[in-house]
């Protein structure tokens, strides 16, 4: 492996279910989540950002709960807007309320990806290379990674197209549909990205399963051991690495970043609240 530097953490941190588990029951006055976090962690995924643009004393709020963390990074996801709701073009005030919402992390250096997640609608096609573009455009000054889910992305003119855009790839761990990408390791340019969502098969395509059933995934010792053979070989390619646990349900996430970060130092932090109990941590 090189000596990328490797930041890992989990996908949020607004879950009422993580309450007594990951959280104390009772919060004490100004409980921060992100500053409770990076106790353990050197990077969060901001999933607000995707529903709507933050608000620019929210960024820097967040800043704030890290200041004693030089290494901290967060990441965030790019704004709906430009990934999902794809029909009408975007107007230059969407894209102008967006960056003034993150500037408070750019300009602190804290934001370590901004992430542009397509859903699996989002095919390899004329029409979707056109709108990446026009997504890089917008937002290729910034260290932008994109997520696509269609198996058609992993073809080699597909990755060679991301590629030639100057952009990083964030490679994903999901249930192993014919359709589906599989678990991959390739890292382009600066920065590599993994994204665990867990393989609960049963829930994944269920119109009728909500959030936490879809990713109520704990994952075992071999899949965690997959993981890192494929979290090595992404950072070997790259100069620093993301790898965020999106299988949040009941801290489950927790777990799977501390597992992860034991694999690579060969000690496991003592968990937070009774994560080490439920999952095997302790």
């Known amino acids: 492996m090189s000596d990328a530097k ?10 009422k279910d993580w309450n007594g588990i990951v959280y104390p029951d009772r919060k004490p006055k100004g409980f921060r989540p992100p500053r409770f976090l ?3 962690f050197n990077a969060i995924e901001l999933n607000n950002t995707f529903y709507r643009p933050p608000r620019p004393e929210y960024s820097r709020r967040w800043v704030e709960d890290v200041q004693d963390r030089p290494d901290f990074l967060y990441t965030a996801k790019l704004w709906r807007r430009f990934t999902h709701e794809r029909e009408e073009p975007w107007g230059r005030e969407e894209v102008q309320v967006f960056r003034d919402g993150i500037a408070p ?6 934001l370590g990806v901004l992430l542009a997640q397509f859903p699996w609608s989002f095919r390899f096609n004329p029409r979707s290379q056109d709108h ?3 997504v ?11 997520e696509v889910r269609s198996k058609a992305w992993v073809q080699e003119q597909a990755l060679e197209f991301i590629s030639s855009l100057g952009v990083g790839f964030c490679n994903i761990d999901q249930p192993g549909f014919r359709g589906n990408i599989p ?32 990713y109520d995934y704990l994952y075992g010792a071999e899949e965690l051991d997959q993981i890192g053979d494929a979290l090595r070989r992404i950072a070997g390619q790259v100069e620093r690495m993301f790898v965020i646990a999106n ?15 034991g694999r690579l130092t060969g000690e496991t932090p003592e968990p937070p609240g009774r994560v080490g109990d439920l ?4």
């Open 38 to 40: 990076a106790r353990w």
């Open 247 to 261: 299988n949040h349900y009941r801290g489950q996430a927790v777990a799977t970043g501390l597992a992860l970060l």
């Open 136 to 146: 890089v455009d917008e937002f290729g000054d910034l260290p932008l990674v994109v």
């Open 132 to 134: 990446l573009r026009a």
């Open 279 to 282: 999952y095997g941590l302790s």
């Open 183 to 214: 678990l991959t390791a390739h890292g382009f340019g600066r920065t590599g990205y993994l994204r665990l969502h867990g393989r609960n098969y049963e829930t994944w395509f269920d119109k009728e399963a909500g959030r936490d059933e879809r």
């Open 6 to 15: 490797i930041h890992i953490g989990p996908a949020g941190w607004s879950y």
């Open 105 to 110: 992390l750019v300009e602190a250096g804290r």
